[in-house]
């Protein structure tokens, strides 16, 4: 069985521009959550998607946003981009089902903003 | 305000012994926690959850402890191998189905032969 697969794994942007990032979640997996890690913040939840809804969300400003897929593939947008927006950005699917306490994650997209 | 805490950045343990690895948490609304363990440039791998209800999940070389009285969480790994090598995050989430997951900052773990 495939995992998550996030495309793509590196990118350079400079300041100012917008990025879109991709994931693809595990095969039957309804759920899809964004993450963002940096050095000094750790790893921090951005947002979460379930049959194209966004159900949960972070603490992040609206230049942050993403959207779900019919086929639950899912989309990161960063508008505007600042040099505090480098980070590793990873995503993670579970099934969302009562009892399953998994999300596995892909290997993530190393944005770096210049 | 950090709500998951690993307080040890670093841990080395000598291979074949027993690798405790902590955490602590001060919401009392989560739910469900997991263990990660993360190579550089990569994303975490799932290692193993436990739910509030219980205070004992074992998965081969893998038991996580759960004391919902102290708030406090560990992972123990035994006996440790060389591939074991690697930052550990604990996670803890208040929603079923480890959405929304809120990370400590991780503890490098060395196994030195």
């Known amino acids: 069985k495939a995992g998550v697969t996030q495309t793509p794994r590196y990118l350079i942007k400079t300041r100012g521009q917008q990025v879109t990032l991709s994931c693809s979640p595990i095969s039957g997996h309804r759920s899809v959550s964004w993450y963002q890690q940096t050095p000094g913040q750790g790893l921090q939840f951005l947002f979460e998607?379930?049959?194209?809804?966004?159900?949960n969300k972070g603490n992040f400003p609206g230049r942050f946003s993403g959207r779900q897929f019919s086929n639950s593939r899912s989309e990161m947008n960063v508008s505007t981009l600042e040099l505090g927006d480098s980070a590793l950005y990873l995503c993670?699917?579970?099934?969302?089902?009562?009892?399953?306490?998994?999300?596995?994650f892909g290997q993530g997209t190393r944005l770096t903003v210049v | 305000d950090q709500q998951v805490k690993q307080n040890s950045p670093s841990l080395s343990v000598q291979e074949g012994r027993i690798s405790i690895l902590n955490c602590d948490y001060t919401?009392?609304?989560?739910?469900?926690f997991l263990w990660y363990k993360k190579y550089p440039a990569e994303g975490p791998t799932f290692l193993i959850s436990i739910s509030s209800i219980k205070d004992k999940n074992e998965d081969g070389r893998f038991t996580v402890f759960l004391n919902k009285s102290a708030k406090h969480l560990s992972l123990h790994i035994v006996p440790s191998q060389p591939g074991d090598s690697a930052v550990y995050f604990c996670a803890a989430s208040e929603i079923q189905g480890a959405q929304k997951l809120v990370f400590g900052q991780g503890t490098r773990l060395t196994i030195n032969p």
């Open positions: 919401n009392s609304m989560f739910d469900y």
């Open positions: 998607y379930f049959s194209e809804t966004q159900r």
């Open positions: 993670a699917s579970s099934t969302a089902q009562a009892g399953d306490t998994e999300a596995f």
